[in-house]
């Protein structure tokens, strides 16, 4: 019987080692998995590179994950959220890495990579300083440049309701980042407000089918409070 | 003797609504964060618009009132919006894919500086001021079918943000189509800026002096 939901956060967590590569979920805070982020910081891994579109409000979530500076590097399209406290200081003393993507490249490196896509040309960036360093190519007269697919080995996802073999529903804009994160990493972990019995979710629902899915923590806290 | 000017400049608003004016029913719209975004308050209702918010939503809506927030439901900006009837949600590779794709027919962004030959400067003014934060600027700037531009027409210090070329760096080039500013709107050519519209009052001659690059007046 597959069963990939996990009784504790322990369990959730296990095995992800330091210098992982993290994706995580949401935009802003709406679908960010701040249950799982306190599992991470719970379990200690160090080195570790963040995929996120933001950078973390005030301290808690994602910023108090960075505050622990265990995170050597982000990878992030805007790290300029309202309450950016943590990672301005971070940044401003050297001690953290910033990749800067356009947003869309950054969903699209993910999900060339969940789809076995090496790399692509796009024409977002061309001819601006995010370009320097790119290989650059003509199409029909315009120009592109080349991006490379952004693997996680651990993403951290945010869902509305799972079953037993992780199929995933989301809720409204909370979907943002979370189902093409999931296709992107060789462990996906999502935290969920709602278990359901295998065959209670609408198969037309369902957003994130289970085979990307590891493991699933239930964790129901109700409503986000900040955006 | 008096200098005063003959002219008043448009505010905020009424640049947004000036804008709102030119689009027309069954065009799909993303609005950038800020100004841009009021321009959704002056499209009325029974004209049918639809807006797109970068993080997964087509078919925004206005703000909910108080006791009707959907605490999952955001915009771009991060501000509680509705849902309106035949709106939908996506995830963001497919949001940005639509973006990037060429889908919609308009987006409308801020920006510093807008160049005779469509260059955009609107995500960075310098190098080192504060970390670099582009978000779908890029993406929408040049994927977009028409690039309009809302923007005061020169800095607070009185230079003009349409030049010849940008100095601040590029969010993408030849991407601008139009530019509403608080003086004029004025298109984006081959030739060069051509004004379309002044605010009454308004000489061409004044409108060029606080203007870095050439206007050309639109043929009648």
Request: hydrophobic share 45%; proline share 4%.
């Amino acid at each position: 019987m597959i069963n990939k939901i996990v009784q504790s956060m322990a369990d959730a967590m296990a095995g992800i080692k330091d210098g992982s590569v993290i994706l995580v979920g949401g935009f802003g805070s709406i679908g960010q998995p701040n249950a799982l982020i306190a599992g991470l910081i719970e379990r200690g891994a160090k080195d570790l590179t963040i995929v996120a579109n933001n950078s973390g409000i005030g301290h808690v979530g994602l910023a108090a994950l960075l505050e622990t500076r265990r995170v050597r590097k982000i990878v992030c399209s805007f790290p300029r959220t309202a309450d950016p406290v943590v990672f301005e200081e971070l940044w401003r003393e050297g001690a953290i890495e910033l990749e800067c993507v356009p947003q869309g490249t950054m969903a699209e490196r993910m999900r060339a990579a969940g789809a076995g896509i090496p790399a692509f040309y796009t024409a977002t960036a061309a001819g601006t300083k995010l370009a320097e360093g790119k290989e650059e190519r003509e199409f029909n007269g315009r120009a592109y440049i080349l991006e490379e697919a952004l693997r996680g080995d651990v993403a951290l996802v945010e869902a509305w309701e799972a079953d037993r073999w992780g199929n995933l529903t989301y809720k409204s804009s909370a979907r943002n980042f979370n189902p093409v994160m999931a296709t992107a990493a060789d462990l996906t972990i999502a935290q969920v407000q709602h278990i359901v019995e295998l065959g209670a979710l609408d198969p037309e629902m369902i957003a994130t089918p289970g085979i990307y899915v590891d493991r699933v923590v239930h964790v129901p806290y109700g409503e986000p409070t900040v955006t | 003797m008096s200098v005063q000017a003959a002219y008043k400049p448009m505010t905020r608003r009424e640049m947004a609504a000036r804008l709102a004016d030119d689009i027309p029913e069954g065009w799909y719209v993303n609005l950038g964060i800020g100004a841009p975004l009021q321009v959704a308050d002056y499209v009325p209702e029974e004209r049918e618009v639809v807006f797109q918010s970068e993080n997964g939503v087509l078919g925004m809506g206005p703000a909910p009132a108080p006791d009707k927030i959907n605490r999952w439901l955001i915009n771009a900006g991060k501000q509680y919006i509705t849902l309106r009837t035949g709106g939908s949600y996506m995830h963001h590779a497919d949001s940005f894919a639509l973006i990037r794709g060429g889908h919609l027919d308009l987006c409308v962004l801020g920006a510093f500086q807008v160049a005779e030959n469509g260059d955009l400067a609107n995500w960075s003014t310098s190098d080192n001021e504060s970390a670099p934060a582009v978000g779908g600027a890029m993406d929408l700037a040049s994927g977009t079918r028409n690039l309009w531009v809302i923007m005061d027409h020169t800095t607070k210090t009185g230079e003009s943000r349409l030049v010849r070329r940008c100095t601040y760096p590029l969010t993408a080039v030849g991407c601008a189509k139009r530019v509403y500013t608080n003086l004029a709107v004025i298109d984006v050519t081959d030739e060069g800026f051509v004004v379309r519209d002044m605010v009454r009052g308004l000489t061409l001659k004044e409108l060029q002096d606080v203007t870095d690059a050439p206007l050309h007046m639109a043929k009648q």
